[in-house]
């Protein structure tokens, strides 16, 4: 079925390096991309999105590129921080025939080493 | 504050006795949903609305119900709990699907 996914269930960091956390998607009708970040015993958190008719977008320390053609998506993030240990969850959003759908992948967890 | 709240944040029961989750917006948003999060499953959707008196089905409705008589509450409803309802249920809104989404903080229900 359609699903949402992630390459790499665990990431290690040095703190200071760049972060980079992959995504494939299936579905071809999404055309809006979340990312989200989860801190322990809280509820996810909006970091960065993007829309299909974009192949980047650039925040203060977070990019997410989206590549279409193989239903790919990423977030790096620069300079990598303790605080910003926490599972990650890309999301993608899918109006087929009024249903409006939003997956989400089932997270990568960062583990930055101070 | 702009907040999503739901009510309350951690729950025992057992089985087949009715429960109720609360969640309330304060932000005006006319679309909310509600998610369960199970380890290596990432969050499903479980039901979603899009306005009021409007709901529709997520990946996962089976022994739910939600009701959205008012714009700022989307209450998640268990008429009869069984053990494979037990989870970390979250509850969001945005004033779109197609929108950022904000979230509750959690409810962590055991159903025994």
């Known amino acids: 079925g359609e699903s949402v996914g992630l390459h790499l269930p665990t990431l290690s960091v040095q703190e200071g390096d760049n972060s980079i956390i992959n995504c494939a998607y299936s579905n071809s009708a999404s055309d809006y991309f979340i990312w989200y970040k989860q801190e322990s015993g809280k509820g996810p958190q909006f970091i960065i999105d993007?829309?299909?008719?974009?192949d980047k977008r650039q925040g203060q320390r977070a990019t997410v590129l989206l590549n279409k053609t193989v239903k790919h998506l990423s977030l790096q993030i620069a300079a990598t921080q303790p605080g910003d240990s926490a599972v990650y969850f890309c999301?993608?959003?899918?109006?087929?025939?009024?249903?409006?759908?939003?997956?989400f992948g089932t997270g990568t967890k960062l583990q930055v080493i101070p | 504050e702009a907040q999503v709240t739901q009510n309350p944040r951690y729950l025992i029961t057992v089985t087949g006795k009715k429960l109720t989750v609360t969640c309330s917006q304060n932000m005006n948003h006319e679309y909310m949903s509600w998610y369960r999060q199970d380890p290596g499953l990432g969050l499903r959707q479980i039901y979603y609305s899009m306005n009021v008196e409007v709901t529709d089905k997520g990946d996962v409705p089976e022994g739910y119900k939600v009701s959205r008589k008012e714009k700022r509450n989307f209450p998640l409803i268990l008429e009869s709990p069984s053990p494979n309802q037990t989870s970390l249920y979250f509850c969001?809104?945005?004033?779109?699907?197609?929108?950022?989404?904000?979230f509750g903080a959690g409810t962590r229900l055991s159903v025994l």
């Open positions: 969001a809104s945005s004033f779109t699907a197609r929108d950022i989404q904000y």
């Open positions: 999301a993608d959003f899918s109006d087929s025939g009024g249903y409006q759908k939003v997956t």
């Open positions: 993007i829309r299909s008719n974009m």
